[in-house]
């Protein structure tokens, strides 16, 4: 994984690691990837933050993640092959709302996960593209499969925003096939 945050993000974060001794961050890495991707075990990791108003920070790190997939049959059932945003519980704990949904920040992430698949398996029903958008946010995602090689490239934004109660329902919506459609499981197939 590369990850590169910027602006205010980045100097939040580049402070918080500097505040952590290194033992400490792989633990807190490994500890967020086992969420996600299950028994994920951390090989590598690099950091390039540089203490400079407005510079980057990239965050590289190497796993294998021996769970990741499940057998069923001859098939391989994998889900969440990116970080999910998890808008619905992030934003919504309600079914409709008196007052504005308050978003705190604006929050973008492009994502771009390749995964090879075991010896004689191959991706069955890729998204060729799946886009949402609502005015405060967007996504899109495209799922590719050549070979045994799938790849997934995924982007989102939110927006800060006021989200006045009459638009919370298309918020909703949008959320919602935000979560639907990174949360899908994915389905190898052995041929």
């Not at 407005?54 to 889900?79: D, H, I, M, Q």
């Amino acid at each position: 994984g590369s990850e590169t945050y910027l602006g205010f993000g980045a100097a939040q974060l580049a402070e918080a690691l500097e505040a952590v001794p290194p033992d400490q961050r792989e633990q807190a890495l490994q500890s967020a990837l086992s969420r996600y991707f299950g028994g994920a075990e951390l090989s590598n990791l690099e950091l390039d933050a540089k203490r400079e108003v407005g510079a980057n920070v990239t965050v590289r790190y190497s796993f294998t993640s021996p769970r990741f997939a499940r057998a069923e049959g001859k098939s391989l059932v994998f889900s969440q092959a990116t970080f999910p945003a998890l808008m619905g519980r992030r934003y919504l704990q309600v079914g409709a709302r008196r007052t504005p949904l308050f978003i705190d920040s604006t929050e973008e992430s492009t994502t771009v996960a390749t995964l090879t698949l075991p010896e004689g398996y191959t991706l069955s029903g890729a998204l060729p593209e799946v886009k949402s958008s609502c005015p405060y946010g967007k996504f899109e995602r495209r799922e590719k499969s050549v070979g045994r090689t799938v790849t997934i490239e995924e982007s989102y934004r939110i927006e800060m925003a006021r989200v006045p109660p009459a638009d919370y329902e298309k918020f909703g919506q949008f959320a919602g096939e935000v979560d639907l459609v990174q949360g899908r499981e994915l389905l190898a197939e052995k041929k």
